[in-house]
């Protein structure tokens, strides 16, 4: 599972599932820099989110490979009622009394997506993704949220959480290793280098 690149994101909105959100160039050296890092791995699946941010990711590492790219709709980013405004703490669509009914469980969450449906999809992408490039290796290219709630899931966590802890930096792999159909180790790395997840542009 590869988080995609930065986003080029001048307003600073969630851009959530809003098309037009391609990588600014930082995030195209990000993609370049994953490519580079997996360019010796036996790596013959690569599939991506639909969204223009994830696409532009995969690129590097299916031109490098000589494959093609898949799309798989599981992937994509989660839905959110936010979608296009600001969403910081103290401003933005938070401050705004009108928004506050969204606001209500963050266990579920009330604002968008359920966590559950969220895991259910994206393991399900992950086992296409396994069966795909079955005794080699695949690469699914995704987002933040996703990634995060499908490794709570798969380490039987909680998938309500601080969005401020999350381990899924600009694109850093989350890789799910198998024996056959069973899941037998979790591994992450940033070959891009950390950043913060509230970074604008993630």
């Known amino acids: 599972m590869l988080r995609h690149g930065e986003v080029h994101n001048p307003t ?3 851009y959530g599932r809003l098309p037009g959100y391609g990588l600014s160039d930082l995030g195209r050296r990000q993609a370049l820099t994953v490519a580079e890092h997996l360019k010796d791995r036996d790596i013959t699946h690569v599939v991506a989110s639909p969204l223009q941010r994830a696409q532009e990711t995969a690129r590097p590492i299916v031109d490098s490979h000589q494959l093609e790219l898949a799309t798989d709709e599981r992937l994509i980013e989660s ?4 979608e296009g405004q600001k969403v910081s703490v103290g401003a933005g669509a938070l401050s705004s009394p ?7 469980n963050p266990f579920l969450p009330s604002w968008g997506e359920p966590y559950l449906q969220i895991a259910h999809r994206m393991l399900g992408a992950a086992h296409r993704a396994r069966a795909a490039a079955v005794e080699h290796e695949a690469v699914c290219v995704s987002h933040q949220l996703p990634i995060w709630t499908l ?3 798969l380490e039987g966590k909680r998938m309500w959480h601080d969005p401020r802890n999350r381990e899924c930096s600009l694109a850093s792999l989350t890789s799910l290793e198998f024996d056959d159909e069973r ?3 979790i591994v992450y790395t940033e ?3 950390a950043t913060d997840p509230k970074v604008t542009g993630a």
Do not use: E, S
Request: proline share 4%; aromatic share 14%.
């Open 12 to 14: 600073g909105v969630l």
């Open 79 to 82: 839905d959110n009622v936010f």
């Open 98 to 104: 009108k928004h506050w009914r969204h606001l209500t």
């Open 151 to 153: 490794r709570r899931f």
């Open 183 to 185: 899941l037998v180790r």
């Open 191 to 193: 070959p891009a280098g």
